[in-house]
């Protein structure tokens, strides 16, 4: 079945700053790969998705570039702020009508 | 905006007794999903279903946990009986579109077992 792997697990940044969060997938026949925020006592959120047949997609500050040779996803959050920090989890579907496998997060804290 | 509907938000229930988690998703929404968080981790996927049948329910521990859907709207997770293992955070999903859309998450059942 499909694994999600993400990495870090932890990322401290300074607020202004970018933030990369990386995710591979194992299926290749994955194709909807999204990206869940999940503040503290929330639920988890969609923030952005990309599918198979886009390279990238950009939705103000955050960005999703998807490499399916290298079979890896990125997220992208530009000019960071205090309330982007949360746990941030990826995740990938490999085919139609399956569940959604995530990421284990990735704790983001934006200092300020 | 709908949303995805939990019951209870939390519970403290003791080993080996039973304990029920209940689900309304999205309106209109065929497949429903049940997940299990364990803290400072990913959601695990328990199980999922399309209207009222079982998709995928590989790993649901079947000897303790059950789930059901009888009406294809609303949804039920029962343990029973409940292990200190099982603490952890439960979430419902929903999506249309046969799964292929967005998951809408409920805000979840914290499950403590003392």
């Known amino acids: 079945g499909e694994n999600v792997e993400q990495h870090p697990s932890t990322l401290s940044v300074q607020e202004g700053d970018s933030a990369v969060i990386k995710c591979t997938y194992s299926d290749s026949a994955s194709n909807y790969f999204p990206w869940y925020k999940q503040e503290l006592g929330k639920r988890p959120q969609l923030i952005i998705d990309i599918r198979s047949n886009v390279g990238e997609k950009k939705d103000q500050r955050i960005a999703v570039t998807l490499n399916k040779t290298a079979k890896h996803f990125s997220l992208h959050i530009t000019e960071t702020q205090p309330e982007d920090s949360a746990v941030y989890f990826c995740?990938?579907?490999?085919?139609?009508?399956?569940?959604?496998?995530f990421g284990k997060g990735t704790t983001l804290s934006v200092s300020s | 905006e709908a949303e995805v509907a939990q019951s209870p938000r939390y519970k403290i229930t003791e080993k080996s007794q039973a304990v029920a988690f209940w689900c309304d998703p999205i309106?209109?929404?065929?497949?429903l999903y049940w997940y299990r968080q364990i803290l400072g981790q990913g959601p695990e996927l328990l199980v999922q279903?399309?209207?009222?049948?079982?998709?995928?329910d590989s790993q649901l521990p079947k000897d303790r946990f059950s789930a059901e859907r009888l009406k294809g709207v609303d949804s039920t997770l029962k343990i029973q009986p409940a292990e200190l293992g099982d603490s952890a955070m439960y979430l419902c999903a929903s999506s249309s579109a046969q799964g292929l859309g967005e998951a809408f998450f409920g805000q979840g059942t914290r499950l403590t077992v003392v």
């Open positions: 995740a990938a579907r490999n085919q139609a009508g399956t569940a959604l496998i």
């Open positions: 309106s209109g929404h065929a497949t």
């Open positions: 279903f399309q209207d009222e049948s079982v998709v995928d």
